[in-house]
């Protein structure tokens, strides 16, 4: 988690189509983007993923890099948001379409929130 200081996030100019529709084309990281879709900032203990933490991290770098979301850290302690109004600026209601497919088909329902978190 030491590189989570250097981590790069692309600005909304730089996000590309084709690492945007990649990031997304897994189940699992359109889980967490459902997820985080009510706007809010989350730990990443917050998320119940069927995965092992090496993964999830993973899958969050991929989404970060892709700059779907944005990455804070904060002690030992990592935060993450989706970028909603940048994805909108730079690609004009994909983020809507992919929330709506993937609620109507129940992709990634199996990512949620710790109930306590």
């Known amino acids: 988690m030491t590189s989570m200081k250097q981590a790069r996030h692309p600005e909304a100019g730089e996000m590309e189509l084709v690492s945007v529709m990649a ?12 997820v985080l879709a009510d706007g ?10 069927p995965v092992a933490k090496s993964t999830l991290s993973h899958h ?4 970060r890099d892709a ?3 944005r990455t804070r850290q904060e002690g ?8 909603r109004d940048d994805l909108q600026e730079r690609f004009p209601g994909l983020l809507d379409a992919v929330l709506d497919a993937a609620g109507a088909d129940n992709v ?6 710790v109930a306590d978190a």
């Open 23 to 34: 990031a997304l084309s897994d189940p699992i990281r359109v889980g967490v983007v459902r």
């Open 40 to 49: 809010r900032e989350r730990g990443w203990g917050a998320l119940r993923v």
């Open 60 to 63: 969050l770098r991929v989404l």
């Open 67 to 69: 700059g779907i979301t």
């Open 76 to 83: 030992t302690r990592c935060y993450v948001t989706l970028r």
């Open 108 to 113: 990634g329902q199996h990512v949620e929130l």
